[in-house]
C-alpha cells in the first residue's frame, strides 16, 4: 500500500507565507512526478505545481513567481513554499504522487489527505 502523508498549510493573512510537505512511503518501486493540486469552493480543480524525477518543474501561471516547489528524491517528499499569499489562493491543497507500486506494472496517481490553506485577514 502507497500512503502519501502531507503536512503544513493553515491560516495567514495576505501577504504572508507558508510551507506545505508531502511524503510518500510503502511499496513504492518507481516515483516520477510529484506536486500539488487545489480545490477551491465553487471552482475547476487546477495543478498548482509539479516536478518530475528528472527535475522539471512546471506551475500554473497564478502562482509562477510566488510559490516554489522542492523535492527531496531520498525522503520522497515534496515540499511547497507558498510566498505572497493572496485571498484567492484558499483552497484546499492536494498532494499527488505518479507511481509504480512494487506489485504493479504501470502509473498509478496517489493522493494525500488535503490540506486547507485560508488567506484571510
Known amino acids: 500500500q502507497v500512503q502519501l502523508q502531507e503536512s503544513g498549510g493553515g491560516l495567514v493573512q495576505p501577504g504572508g507565507s507558508l510551507g506545505m510537505s508531502c511524503t510518500a512511503s510503502?511499496?513504492?518501486?518507481?516515483?516520477?512526478?510529484m506536486g500539488w493540486w487545489r480545490q477551491a469552493p465553487g471552482k475547476q480543480r487546477e495543478l498548482v505545481a509539479d516536478?518530475?524525477?528528472?527535475?522539471?518543474?512546471h506551475y500554473h501561471d497564478s502562482v509562477r513567481g510566488r510559490f516554489t516547489i522542492t523535492r527531496d528524491a531520498v525522503r520522497r517528499a515534496v515540499y511547497l513554499e507558498m510566498n505572497d499569499l493572496q485571498p484567492q489562493d484558499t483552497a484546499v491543497y492536494l498532494c499527488?504522487?505518479?507511481?509504480?507500486?512494487?506489485?504493479?506494472?504501470?502509473?498509478?496517481?496517489?493522493w494525500g489527505q488535503g490540506t486547507q490553506v485560508t488567506v484571510s485577514s
Open positions: 516536478t518530475t524525477s528528472s527535475g522539471l518543474v
Open positions: 510503502g511499496t513504492i518501486f518507481r516515483l516520477d512526478v
Open positions: 499527488f504522487a505518479d507511481i509504480i507500486t512494487t506489485n504493479g506494472s504501470d502509473w498509478k496517481y496517489f
